[in-house]
């Protein structure tokens, strides 16, 4: 499975909407993978499998080669419980999300093996 994000961001003052995806005027951008820091952005994020409890998933966040986003793919073991996802690193600081009205995740699931 397969799954491009193209961009992590805050989401301020935008009324919900089920699957309308908000103005770009009301995004706050915390991790962009379409932009020059693309790479930078990658590597705040690592990865959790079930690897850590003695399983074989795996998994993994690229770039895209085409660029514009970033890939999150994997092998996951849906016998006994696999799991794969990923995560933040610990910050040296936290982020300040008291002005957000929430968090908006761009992203979409592409066929296996595209």
Known sequence: MRFAPTALALL???PPVPRTPPPSSALSPLYNFESDTASEAL??????DDVIMGGVSSSRL???PEGG???F???L???GGGFCGQRMRLLAEPIDLSGADG???DCEALPIGA
Do not use: P, Q
């Open 43 to 48: 590597t705040a994020w690592e990865r959790i």
């Open 77 to 79: 073991r849906s016998e």
């Open 62 to 64: 690229t770039l895209s």
């Open 73 to 75: 793919e994997g092998r």
């Open 69 to 71: 986003c970033a890939l």
């Open 12 to 14: 301020h003052a935008v």
């Open 103 to 105: 968090v908006f995740i």
